[in-house]
T-cell receptor, first 114, second 110 residues
Framework: NAGVMQNPRHLVRRRGQEARLRCSPM?????VYWYRQLPEEGLKFMVY????????ESGMPKERFSAEFPKEGPSILRIQQVVRGDSAAYFC????????????FGQGTRLTVV | EDKVVQSPLSLVVHEGDTVTLNCSYE??????LLWYKQEKKAPTFLFML????IEKKSGRLSSILDKKELFSILNITATQTGDSAVYLC??????????FGKGITLSVRP
């Protein structure tokens, strides 16, 4: 049973380009969470998705950021027109059900905007 | 807004020492408190606590939750250099999103 898979591990984008980050949850997990970690900061919640539904996007900036978790395929976090301040590590976590349940994290995608 | 505060922010100890890491939380519709270990990559799950006063133990690590005082501690006995990491505490609320503290950086010197 593979863990949470994220790709790419490292992504470099120029200002104004688009970044697409992918997350495949653990087998049997239908809940996906995206978190952002800035240097010297804790993990900040961005968005919570179930298959084909966004449940809570209260932590995601209103502009340029979007997320989806289609019926087939990985969850995608998309950042349009990236700026230097978007440089961070983006982690995805999955859990099997809502309620008290362990969330398992992927290795993260380190986005660098140059 | 939900909030999790960890202390101390950093800690340096010698191998063999015992350490206690603190975590206080204010989480609406609180459900559980989780501890993770992060070593420059993905946070690794350690414990999930849902009930007060019941200690969870895994080897040299143990943790307990106090839902009345809204805090948790993580103890590590007989520390080893491999315990050096950032320890993250997170509280979950109604939709199970994790609200993290800033983490505690533990350095264990040989």
């Amino acid at each position: 049973n593979a863990g949470v898979m994220q790709n790419p591990r490292h992504l470099v984008r120029r200002r104004g380009q688009e970044a697409r980050l992918r997350c495949s949850p653990m087998k049997g997990h239908s809940h996906v969470y995206w978190y952002r970690q800035l240097p010297e900061e804790g993990l900040k919640f961005m968005v919570y998705l179930q298959k084909e539904n966004i449940i809570d996007e209260s932590g995601m900036p209103k502009e340029r950021f979007s997320a989806e978790f289609p019926k087939e395929g990985p969850s995608i976090l998309r950042i349009q027109q990236v700026v230097r301040g978007d440089s961070a590590a983006y982690f995805c976590a999955s859990s099997p059900l809502i309620g008290p349940a362990e969330a398992f994290f992927g290795q993260g995608t380190r986005l660098t905007v140059v | 807004e939900d909030k999790v505060v960890q202390s101390p922010l950093s800690l340096v100890v010698h191998e063999g020492d015992t350490v206690t890491l603190n975590c206080s939380y204010e989480v609406t519709n609180f459900r559980s408190l989780l501890w993770y270990k992060q070593e420059k990559k993905a946070p690794t799950f350690l414990f999930m606590l849902t009930s007060s006063g019941i200690e969870k133990k895994s080897g040299r690590l143990s943790s307990i939750l106090d839902k009345k005082e809204l805090f948790s501690i993580l103890n590590i006995t007989a520390t080893q250099t491999g315990d050096s990491a950032v320890y993250l505490c997170a509280g979950t609320g109604a939709n199970s999103k994790l609200t993290f503290g800033k983490g505690i950086t533990l350095s264990v010197r040989p």
